[in-house]
Each structure stands twice: as C-alpha cells, then as structure tokens.
C-alpha cells in the first residue's frame, strides 16, 4: 500500500474539518451496500469518477462516512482517520482508485461489526448459476481473469475488484460494491471483446477509468449476487511447475493470511480486527471448492484451467 493511515482523536478531526471549512469544495453522497458515504473534494474529474464508480444516494441521507480529498503541501500522502464518526481526510492523492478503495475499506469495516456482511478484495461472477471469486495479492492477474471469464456463455459480473459477504446455513452470498468498473486501458489487449468497452472510457494518470461492461456485454451481464461456489486463489511463482491444485479449506485460510487476505485497504487493523476477518474467512472456505493457480502461463492457458473446474462441475 503507497499511503499510511493514522487514527486521530475527534477532537484533531473537529479541527481539521475547521481548517478546511473554506475549501471550494464539490461534495457527492454515494450508496455503498446500504451505506452513505459522503465524498468531497476540488477535484471535479475525482468528484466525476466517483459518481460514475458508484450508485447515487440521495442528499437527504445522513451520511455514515465522510471522506475529505485535499491537497495540503504541508502534509505527506496519507489518511487521517477518526473511527468514532467515520471521517477521514486524505491528503495529495492523485490517484481515485486508492480513494474508492479507502470509501470501500472504511464501510466494510463498519459493515463487519453490527450487520455481519464482510469484505472481500476480490473479483466474483455468476456462471452459468456458479458463483465463482478470484482472490490474489497485486499483480497476478485478478482483474485480467475475471473480464476473461466475463466472456464465458451465460456469465455475469458481480464485481470486479470488491465485494460483500454473509453467511448462512448454505454457501456464502456475495454482493456487489460499485455500479460501474474501475478497469486498466490495456483491457482490450488482452481480450479484444473489450477494445469498443476502452473506447468509451476517459483514462486518467494512471491509465484507469470507470467503464461500463453493459455496453459491450448487454445489460443482464452485471447482477446483483450470487452464491458462491468456487475460490480461485491466484498466485504467480516462477519456482512452481504446478500449474493448479486443489486446497483445503486450512491451506487456502494460510494463504490469504500471508498475503494480508490479498487486500492492502483494510484501513483499520488491530487484534480485534484480525480476528473478526479471520474468523469470517475460516467459514467463507470451509463452504466453497478451493483451487490455487500459478498465472505464469499465458492468460488464454490460465483461462482453459480454471474454465474446466467451472465446467467439470455438476
């Protein structure tokens, strides 16, 4: 994670919200899971992200989170945050994806204290009925993966980078976080069905834009939920020659542990913290068919892998 977060009283927050007062801000309340997360900030082409990237709220709604976007030189990059209330202040990010990541890691946190719904930094779709999540540290093809399998006859996406959990007496039910994708510019490189989806899509510094997969793959390719069946957890070891293998539920709970359960914006971590997220992670695997998958292949050869577990199934 390139930002630190630090905890500040509310007091330091009442100040700081003072200090800022005068900002030529631009607010929007967004609806994440049932939440109100309120964003203001003078960057309009953020503010825009923003309200493309999740489903509008109305401004009537008391907001549960407030996130302040400010470019302050006397600061470094890093989050402020005052846990009672739920403000936060980031300082000089240029970046949204970090900002949409931090709205999402603060109302996951609130989310997994009173209402048992639980995060999940991770991709998920419906295919053909299947619920299918792919689970990774950076870099090792989460996303690349997950639009592939978009292409799979009769899929559909939940999320592609976040989503929410709860548990019952079946399998886990995953939900939805955004209504839109925040989605790399080279997408369509990779899988061509997507280079009239890149065209749309206004890119930023960082080669990111929010992009609508409806446009390219209809209205009915993005659903609400699904019940999941199979975790892929992804991993790229050139030191490994076993392309993909089954775990068990204990050995899938080591990895994620040693990765930081592949979500580098939990905001908020302390022994109470880890043990609520250990806790729900044990008995999210201990109902799902758990496979690890070395992507040092290329994407089409990872993609054949995971599709014959999918379809291998009855």
């Known amino acids: 994670m390139g930002y630190e977060v630090e905890i500040i009283s509310i007091e330091t927050a009442s100040e700081l919200r003072l200090k800022y007062k005068g900002l030529k801000s631009y607010s929007s309340k967004v609806d994440i899971f049932g ?26 709604i008391r907001a549960h989170v407030k996130i302040y976007s400010i470019n ?4 470094e990059l890093r989050v402020l945050l005052e846990p009672s209330n739920n403000i936060a202040f980031l300082f ?4 949204y ?22 995060s999940v930094h991770g991709a998920v779709l419906d295919i053909d009925g299947r619920g299918v999540t792919l689970i990774a540290p950076s870099k090792t093809g989460k996303t690349t993966h997950s639009w592939g399998l978009l292409r ?4 559909h996406l939940i999320s592609d980078d976040w989503y929410f959990v709860k548990l019952g007496n079946g399998r886990p039910i995953a939900y939805g976080s955004e209504k839109n994708c925040y989605i790399d510019a080279d997408i369509g490189d990779v899988w061509e069905e997507y280079k009239p989806l890149v065209s749309h899509v206004r890119f930023d510094n960082k080669g990111r834009g929010i992009a609508n997969v409806r446009w390219v793959a209809g209205e009915s390719s993005v659903i609400p939920m699904t019940k999941i ?30 990765n930081d359960l592949c979500n580098p914006h939990q905001i908020i971590w302390n022994d109470h913290k880890e043990k609520i997220r250990t806790e729900f992670f044990s008995a999210f695997l201990s109902s799902c068919e ?8 290329t994407a089409r050869e990872t993609q054949e892998l995971i599709r014959n577990v999918i379809t291998r199934a009855t």
């Open 35 to 60: 939440l109100c997360v309120e964003f203001l900030t003078e960057d309009r082409e953020h503010l825009k992200m923003w309200e493309d990237n999740f489903y509008s709220m109305s401004e009537d």
């Open 72 to 75: 302050d030189p006397s600061y």
């Open 92 to 95: 000089n990010f240029d970046y």
């Open 97 to 118: 994806g970090w900002i949409k990541s931090i709205a999402l890691g603060i109302s996951g946190s609130i989310l997994e204290e009173a209402h048992d719904t639980y």
């Open 152 to 155: 799979t006859n009769n899929a």
């Open 229 to 258: 069946r199979f975790v892929f957890l992804l991993k790229r070891d050139h030191n490994d020659n076993v392309p993909i293998r089954q775990l068990t539920p204990e050995e899938g709970l080591e990895y994620l542990l040693k």
């Open 290 to 297: 758990i496979y690890i998958v070395n992507t040092i292949m």
